[in-house]
Nanobody, 113 residues
Framework: QLVESGGGLVQPGGSLRLSCAAS????????MRWYRQAPGKQRELVAG???????DYADSVKGRFTISRDNAKNTMYLQMNSLKPEDTAVYYC?????????WGQGTQVTVSS
């Protein structure tokens, strides 16, 4: 089970940190990712991190978002800085175990003045 938290309403230019807590160890996950889905749009990959710590980002968030994971706390994070209105979406965490995908329920991020 994955549970996201940390979403909310923030002004443009502000910051938020999302958390994705797993009910068990995350060490076994091959990769963990953050996705987002804005109203009327398809779900898109935002950032990913492998078990070895390699990261990748969507071009739209490079330099602004940072993904990380704390294996001791069984938690993945997404630090989001310099937020823009177009970052408004429901953010979902995803974990890959072999060929099985696990999803959280999502957390709403709204960037508005």
């Amino acid at each position: 089970q994955l549970v996201e938290s940390g979403g909310g309403l923030v002004q443009p230019g502000g910051s938020l940190r999302l958390s994705c807590a797993a009910s068990g160890t995350i060490v076994s996950f091959t990769a963990m990712r953050w996705y987002r889905q804005a109203p009327g749009k398809q779900r898109e990959l935002v950032a990913g991190i492998t078990s070895g710590g390699s990261t990748d980002y969507a071009d739209s968030v490079k330099g602004r978002f940072t993904i990380s994971r704390d294996n001791a706390k069984n938690t993945m994070y997404l630090q989001m800085n310099s937020l823009k209105p177009e970052d408004t979406a429901v953010y979902y965490c995803n974990a890959l175990l072999s060929v099985i995908h696990f999803w959280g329920q999502g957390t709403q991020v709204t960037v508005s003045s």
